[in-house]
């Protein structure tokens, strides 16, 4: 980006009570997760080739399942005076997503022992929600200026929501997957107060995406080598 001035960024979760809004939320989503696929493939469990086949229901179907929860940040116009809060604007662009899903059933939650990691369906708390990150992209042209984080961040806190007083909730288990070779990812995620957690396999990620996963007679997705890193957080 140059010299250019640092645009203003919004962080925001995509609602899902807005009927008449998620035709072109699911629009905006779509257009950009393409493109995250394009420049980023390393960044998602799935591929351009599958999801540019996808009908419009299938975008909407995303933006409205109950157990995915997408933020997004966007930049205003250069000649934009005031701030765009409303999320359906046309006046806004969308340059980065990131996914959280949940709450995941513990015993879906637990891996094989050879994992590393250390969380038992058989000990978990009644009263935790557990919770997976998924598909972060940021827009190359935008990189550099924290995004990430920041909208991880926002994340986060919309999910410390659930666990604020008065609800049931007393602790929260954030988990995040990275490839073996996407140490920027691992080194974002350590930063929020995430640590290495042990090994998982792509099969293992496929799954976390809520996906079936592949062939397990497919040796590269059984290779044990990709990063987990892991989040707890207790109501004070």
Known sequence: MGNAAVPEFHFFHIPK???????????KYKELRLLGLEKSPESFGSSLAVEQQYPDSIWQRHVLKNDLETF???VSP???TAKIADVTSNDSTWIAQVTVRGPIDAKEFELPEASGQDFSAATASPTEERWQFLGLYVHPDYRGHRVAFRLCQEAIQWLETRIAPGSQMTQLRLRSYAAPTNKASVSLFNKLGFV???LCTRNEGLIAHGEEGSDPKREEYNIRA???LLRVIQRP
Do not use: V
Request: hydrophobic share 35%.
């Open 78 to 80: 250069p000649n934009c």
């Open 17 to 27: 009570d807005n009927a008449s809004a998620i035709p072109h939320l699911a629009q």
């Open 196 to 198: 290495d957690s042990g």
């Open 72 to 74: 997004i940040c966007s």
């Open 226 to 228: 990709g990063w987990i």
